[in-house]
């Protein structure tokens, strides 16, 4: 009877944990079609989205959907969503990086639940941070509020000074957002549910790790972005 009792408990238990791992993947699924559709918006809403140029420079990018808000005024903010770098010699983008935002209030508007985040790594040090372990914007790597509009990027240097440029939209509302204080670390579990294995921001960034299926619609998004800047 006890033995029975055990392989019944033992069985309900690997059931649930292949469910929830199930879960996890369509979520982490779903994460990488609403960060694909974000990177649309941003790059696509004519004069008052981000501009073409700082893509076009950026070394790697971001993209957190829906970050989540908590408290009044002062709150704190969590968000997941993925990181993509360019290939060594700028041929096409890496395979996607899981990541995790959280920190204290961005100022974002009071009531406001949902602000999708944009972060433009710039340079090489930027890009460092971001593949090597967990950082702190305006700490480890100094951020920027991204300038909008098709000819923005020419009439600022923002790009000469900071480290990652960060933009954000809100009800379809596009700003450049100071996130400092914000700190990025790698999302190991949503990772593992990408790829099937443990695996590291550094290996996915810097290596040559295939693609997922999921991830496709989004590397395809910012393929494009990147052939129509050689029309």
């Given at each position: 009877m006890r033995t029975t009792l055990t392989a019944i408990l033992t069985m309900a238990c690997a059931l649930s944990t292949s469910a929830f791992a199930a879960d996890r993947e369509v979520k982490t699924d779903d994460r990488l079609q609403a960060s694909a559709d974000v990177l649309a918006a941003m790059m696509h809403a004519d004069d008052k989205g981000v501009p073409q140029d700082l893509l076009n420079k950026a070394r790697c990018v971001v993209v957190i959907p829906g970050m989540k808000k908590a408290g009044?005024?002062?709150g704190a903010q969590y968000g997941r969503g993925f990181a993509v770098c360019r290939r060594g010699g700028g041929a096409g983008w890496t395979a996607p990086a899981a990541m995790q935002m959280e920190g204290g209030s961005f100022g974002f508007q009071i009531g406001v639940s949902d602000t999708d985040v944009l972060l433009l790594v710039m340079n090489d040090r930027g890009m460092h941070h971001l593949?090597?372990?967990k950082f702190t914007l305006g700490g480890d790597a100094s951020v920027a509020a991204g300038p909008l509009g098709r000819t923005a990027a020419?009439?600022?240097d923002a790009t000469m000074q900071a480290e990652i440029l960060s933009y954000s939209r809100t009800h379809g509302i596009f700003a450049g957002i100071s996130l400092a204080g914000a700190s990025l670390r790698p999302d190991k579990d949503d990772n593992r549910a990408l790829y099937g294995h443990?695996?590291?921001t550094h290996e996915?960034?810097?290596?040559?790790v295939k693609t997922p299926p999921a991830a496709?619609?989004?590397i395809h998004a910012l393929d494009r972005d990147s052939m129509s800047r050689n029309r």
């Open positions: 009044f005024i002062i593949v090597e372990s020419a009439e600022t443990e695996i590291t996915i960034l810097m290596g040559d496709e619609r989004l």
